[in-house]
Nanobody, 119 residues
């Protein structure tokens, strides 16, 4: 069964940091573009960051540039999101996703992990 499982969410104070992990299983994801998204209740899901299979090519949502860093370990089938300088506006459910087979859309999604930032 192909799946993505996020972990590392929790409660943190404003200004703090968290590192989210996404464990991929069922097949290798080393050829896929992978990304992080988040959703606040009542709002649209928003893109945060993506990373190419090479581990070097990345892109970010403007509001998280310089604060969030996406990385991956293809040998371990893992994706990460280091989040620094968190603010209450970052409170959301965070999801990892994969574009399988070089596709144009993210077609495999995790169930999400809650991140809550207190002021």
């Amino acid at each position: 069964q192909v799946q993505l499982v996020e972990s590392g969410g929790g409660l943190v104070q404003a200004g703090g940091s968290l590192r989210l992990s996404c464990a991929a299983s069922g097949r290798t994801f080393s050829s896929d573009i992978m990304g992080w998204f988040r959703r606040v209740p009542g709002k649209e899901r928003e893109f945060l960051a993506a990373i190419h299979w090479n581990g070097y090519t990345t892109n970010y949502r403007d509001s998280v540039k310089g604060r969030f860093t996406v990385s991956r370990d293809n040998a371990k089938n893992m994706l990460y999101l280091q989040m620094n300088g968190l603010s209450p506006e970052d409170t959301a459910v965070y999801y990892c996703a994969a574009k399988s087979g070089g596709g144009t859309s993210y077609d495999i999604w995790g169930r999400g992990t809650q991140v809550t930032v207190s002021s």
